[in-house]
């Protein structure tokens, strides 16, 4: 049976690696945290933002769609909230860095019409999702699963994507109206990303881990425009 070394090099060698390890799985922990902190603070300004919308929409059948979907991004937050919990964090603490994050991007986009809402919420803070799965890939795997969990689709797609349909069908100058819209909102959602970036160091790190240190934020740029050219395909807009 092999000894475990009691003194000498042997053992300051092993403590040592012991330290790293620890570092090691502290620093990813945090990481994680924060993109939790992060997606945690999404859901609930996503739930605010739809429970609102509800009460505007044209229909008795849009106002309980959009009802179920404020439901379940209330039901995300507390997924999300349990992983929190689980990585040993304070759930008001890990999203308080990022609350205020979209407060001057709903400013800027302030909807003028039913179809500008919808539109907002999908293409808008599209972009967003797109970011968290894109900084996913670089988590513990339990975390990226919860993750990836909760931005799965909801029905929220189609939903928009058939409203407009309908209602273009009618009125044919709306395809170009929200083609000008969704390009206004993935600008401004483009300047949240890297205001989130540049004030969040530990996601700039995991963003280079990911996606490659060289030019790694252009490189996420490419991805999510090329993201969101895929969505306006399904809403049949120019992108």
């Known amino acids: 049976m092999t000894s475990l070394p009691s003194s000498g090099p042997a053992l300051e060698r092993s403590a040592e690696q012991g330290a790293e390890a620890a570092v090691g799985h502290a620093g990813d922990q945090g990481i994680a945290l924060a993109v939790l902190g992060m997606i945690a603070y999404g859901e609930l300004a996503e ?3 739809l429970a609102a919308d509800s009460a505007l929409a044209p229909t008795l059948t849009a106002r309980l769609e959009v009802s179920r979907l404020a439901q379940v991004a209330r039901t995300r937050l507390d997924r999300v909230s349990a992983r929190i919990v689980e990585l040993g964090g304070d759930v008001e603490r890990t999203m308080e860095p990022f609350a205020g994050v979209l407060v001057e991007f709903d400013q800027r986009t302030e909807p003028s019409t039913w ?17 968290a ?13 919860v993750v990836l969990e909760v931005l799965a689709d909801d029905g929220h797609a189609g939903m928009v994507i058939d409203a407009l349909a309908a ?14 819209w969704c390009r206004r909102l993935f600008g401004e959602s483009l300047g949240v990303v890297q205001r989130v970036i540049a004030d969040h160091g530990e996601l700039q790190r995991l963003l280079g881990t990911v996606v490659g240190t060289e030019d790694a934020q252009q490189r996420m740029f490419n991805q999510l425009t090329a993201e969101h050219s895929r969505r306006m395909d399904r809403l049949r807009l120019a992108a």
């Open 133 to 145: 799965r894109t900084l996913a890939d670089g988590l513990d795997p339990a975390s990226r699963a």
């Open 167 to 180: 209602e273009a069908e009618a009125d044919p100058t709306l395809t170009a109206r929200s083609a000008l």
């Open 47 to 49: 739930f605010t933002r």
């Open 115 to 131: 179809w500008e809402r919808l539109l907002k919420g999908y293409v808008g803070y599209g972009v967003s999702d797109d970011f």
